[in-house]
């Protein structure tokens, strides 16, 4: 019997011990989630939902994954607007596999502790405010295999213990403070595809181990000062190796760089860091992670004969530099400009797992988007400015890195708007300056090139205080997409104002401010009309509350205006519906089939009529509106009576005129411009 029961209860015992212990570790990772609200969220506004009684795994912590055994294994929080710290409690999550904290406001350093999450594989930091130095703790993370740095203040040398991260595929600290030189040791990284230093104050020079590194695709050390003789064998990166503004950097075979200075028996290498012109060294300091086998952590030692040990490496390196140009000297050429596309397709990280497929699949099913994107006038190493041939100059130009990394790989956490055939994001541009992203998918737009081309170069002529200009553009033939850049306008559209039910709401817009907006909505379209500023008169054709952003003083900027330019016909014509239902399009229209300017005008005086009302639906005013006495039962309500009558009579007989069913009638925009100046 005892034996019997012995049976029975060590099974049941080892269970209990089993169940305990996963207890214990699942209160550990609650421990840690909830250090991390604490810092992360200190006023409590985004991760109201991690409750600290709750389950993490149970479905209900936003941003929260779990795997079967009820462990945490990725913290997706990107883009939420976090303003807090990263703390040491976040290696409280053993079992964490992705941590996705960018594009957001965190500041403060990294913390070291960060290096015991030992199964983490993709940490993502970027487009925060981080400073401090990169910890060193970072290269225990043995299966790391993304880790993006970059867009913040980070501070310091580039640890060389990072080569220890044997699985690394992406490493990217773009656009942050860092200096010293580039570590040798990143090219013992031998699953490295892509590599990320522009826009530093790193020196010294490129090691040459890098450049055998065979699965590398992108190297990017744009905007440092590093110096000396490029590694020949990064020629075959082709336009996935970007180095320009390095002004010491010399070498054969690429297009944008000087050959290396010669004496007069051929070819000698500059004399990389840290000797100057006459072989001296210089004052700054070697950097400790340019020789990394004389370092032990970080410290180094140093020779007891320092002088000797200067000029034996100074002759090794003129020599051996000698003898590198020496073998090249001869097979030497000038690399042809490269596509841009060449540079623009390739796959630069992993967001999630999830996002790192679709991305994928988006390569694989796409289709040409028009050939534009490779023609010589959309080559980045060509000539800036519009010329005249239509081609479309440098100052517009956004690579794709630079759009995808602004809204944050597209997130659905940034999407401001969709329709059949574009939708629209929210971005973060490398300056810190504020857009908003429109994309194109190809077969939304013109087949043919020099269409879209005219269409594009009459975009960027367009400039008006109350016009949303185009800051630029990127096509994308592997997404498929072409992406317009405007500025982002924080008080969104006329139509968020419309409709109001509540009068104290702060979406009321006070009488001057309607005004304003009016008269601001006139000059736009009378520009457009016009032939001010060598451009052509141009129809907007999609005139609307939706169209009519408001900038932060409430200005009113015409948005996208001439996008039909870009657009293909069907898609131009499939937008009229909405127009239409909601009164903005001139009747002439459905005989002549045509926009005209006064079609133009007739929509401008519906949204004046929708701003005197504040509603959107003002189909039953337009007729006679004129001569509406009782002023009262017209203008919105939520302003109480305080407004202006004589305006409102002013603004009321300008819609009446403009709205009229026979174009002739209508006004110029000139013509609104001046009355409503008087």
């Known amino acids: 019997m005892a034996a019997s029961l012995l049976r029975f209860t060590l099974p049941l015992l080892s269970l209990l011990m089993l169940l305990s212990a996963a207890s214990a570790r699942?209160?550990?990772?609650?421990?840690?989630?909830?250090?991390?609200?604490?810092?992360?969220?200190?006023?409590?506004?985004?991760?109201?939902?991690?409750?600290?009684?709750?389950?993490?795994?149970?479905g209900s912590f936003v941003g929260v994954t779990c795997d079967p055994a009820g462990r945490v294994t990725a913290v997706s929080l990107q883009g939420r607007g976090l303003a807090g710290s990263l703390p040491p409690a976040v290696a409280g999550l053993r079992r964490l596999q992705g941590l996705y904290l960018h594009y957001n406001g965190i500041k403060g350093p990294i913390p070291r502790e960060i290096g015991k999450l030992s199964e983490?594989?993709?940490?993502?930091?970027?487009?925060?405010?981080?400073?401090?130095?990169v910890p060193v703790e970072i290269a225990a993370m043995v299966n790391l295999q993304v880790l993006q740095l970059g867009y913040n203040q980070l501070t310091g040398s580039i640890p060389p213990q990072l080569g220890n991260l044997n699985k690394l595929s992406v490493l990217a600290m773009q656009s942050n403070q860092l200096t010293g030189a580039i570590p040798a040791t990143l090219g013992e990284l031998t699953q490295l595809r892509r590599l990320d230093l522009s826009f530093n104050n790193l020196f010294g020079s490129v090691p040459s181990k890098i450049a055998e590194v065979s699965l590398l695709e992108v190297f990017d050390i744009r905007n440092n000062t590093l110096s000396g003789s490029v590694p020949a064998g990064l020629r075959r990166l082709n336009g996935g190796f970007q180095y320009t503004n390095n002004k010491g950097l010399c070498g054969v075979g690429f297009s944008l760089l000087e050959l290396c200075p010669s004496s007069e028996d051929g070819l000698k290498p500059s004399k990389p860091e840290p000797f100057g012109p006459d072989g001296t060294v210089k004052t700054r300091e070697v950097p400790q992670s340019a020789n990394p086998e004389s370092c032990s952590g970080s410290h180094c030692s140093k020779s007891a004969n320092g002088s000797e040990g200067v000029l034996i490496v100074a002759v090794v390196a003129v020599v051996i530099g000698a003898a590198f140009c020496g073998l090249f000297a001869f097979s030497w050429y000038r690399r042809q400009k490269q596509k841009i596309g060449s540079s623009l397709e390739v796959s630069d990280s992993r967001l999630s797992t999830d996002h790192f497929q679709q991305k994928e699949a988006c390569r694989r099913s796409a289709s040409p988007l028009i050939s534009v994107e490779y023609s010589n006038s959309w080559d980045p190493l060509s000539g800036g400015g519009v010329g005249s041939s239509g081609e479309v100059g440098d100052s517009f130009r956004f690579?794709?890195?630079?759009?995808?990394?602004?809204t944050q790989y597209f997130s659905d956490a940034n999407l401001l708007g969709k329709s059949g055939?574009?939708?629209?994001?929210?971005?973060?541009l490398r300056d810190g300056s504020v857009v908003a992203v429109k994309s194109l998918n190809k077969t939304s737009c013109k087949q043919e090139e020099s269409d879209f081309l005219r269409g594009l170069k009459m975009l960027t002529l367009l400039r008006h205080d109350n016009l949303v200009s185009l800051r630029g553009f990127c096509c994308s033939r592997g997404r498929g997409e072409c992406f317009l850049v405007y500025d982002f306008m924080v008080n969104g559209c006329l139509s968020q104002y419309l409709d109001v039910k509540d009068a104290s709401s702060p979406s009321v817009l006070d009488w001057t401010t309607r005004v304003s907006i009016v008269k601001g909505i006139a000059k736009g379209i009378e520009y457009l009309h016009s032939k001010k500023s060598s451009k052509p008169p141009v129809v907007h054709q999609n005139i609307s509350a939706e169209k009519i952003l408001l900038d932060h003083n409430f200005a009113p900027r015409l948005s996208v205006p001439g996008l039909h330019k870009l657009l293909a016909d069907d898609v131009v014509f499939s937008t009229l519906k909405a127009s239409a239902a909601m009164g903005y399009l001139a009747p002439?229209?459905?005989?002549?089939?045509?926009?005209?300017?006064?079609?133009?005008?007739?929509a401008f005086g519906t949204v004046v009529l929708q701003i005197i009302t504040g509603k959107r639906d003002v189909s039953q005013l337009k007729v006679g509106a004129a001569a509406v006495s009782d002023l009262d039962s017209v203008v919105d309500g939520n302003l109480n009576g305080v407004f202006s009558r004589t305006e409102v009579a002013r603004l009321a007989a300008v819609a009446a005129y403009c709205t009229s069913e026979a174009p002739s009638q209508r006004p110029t925009m000139e013509a609104v411009v001046q009355q409503l100046s008087h």
Not at 120 to 132: A, R, V
């Open 421 to 428: 055939f574009a939708a629209t994001y929210k971005g973060i």
């Open 588 to 602: 002439e229209y459905a005989t002549t089939g045509r926009f005209t300017d006064k079609s133009d005008v007739f």
């Open 120 to 133: 983490l594989t993709d940490l993502y930091l970027d487009l925060n405010h981080l400073t401090g130095p």
């Open 399 to 406: 690579n794709l890195e630079e759009v995808e990394c602004a």
């Open 26 to 58: 699942n209160a550990e990772d609650a421990r840690a989630l909830a250090a991390l609200r604490r810092a992360l969220d200190p006023a409590g506004r985004v991760l109201g939902s991690w409750n600290p009684a709750g389950d993490p795994c149970g």
